[in-house]
């Protein structure tokens, strides 16, 4: 009777290392299959942000671009300082 017991523990605790292992074997899946979705994710987001940006960039130049009324009356403004300080 003394030598079964030993023999069901023994394989109790086999099945459980079993059982444990195969529980990390899910979790280690789900972790991998989770990181890779987040990779590819990432790589989708920095590749929107790339394209977004170099199809923004000449907008933003015609934004920063000076209004040529400004500067012509600006130039005419120095004009006429010039002049009176010739006078």
């Known amino acids: 009777m003394d030598k079964l017991k030993t ?9 459980g290392g079993l ?5 990390v074997g899910i979790i280690y899946s ?8 987040a990779l590819v994710g990432l790589a989708g ?8 940006r170099s199809q923004a960039a000449p907008e933003r130049e015609q934004l920063r671009a000076p209004d ?8 005419q ?5 010039y002049k009176r300080k010739q006078d």
Do not use: D, M, N, W
């Not at 789900?30 to 979705?37: E, G, K, M, N, R």
């Open 7 to 15: 023999i069901l523990i023994i394989i109790a605790v086999i099945v």
């Open 19 to 23: 059982g444990v292992l195969s529980l």
């Open 30 to 37: 789900i972790l991998s299959s989770v990181a890779i979705i």
């Open 45 to 52: 987001y920095v590749g929107f942000r790339v394209l977004t």
């Open 68 to 75: 040529p009324k400004k500067e012509l009356q600006q130039v």
């Open 77 to 81: 403004r120095l004009l006429e300082e």
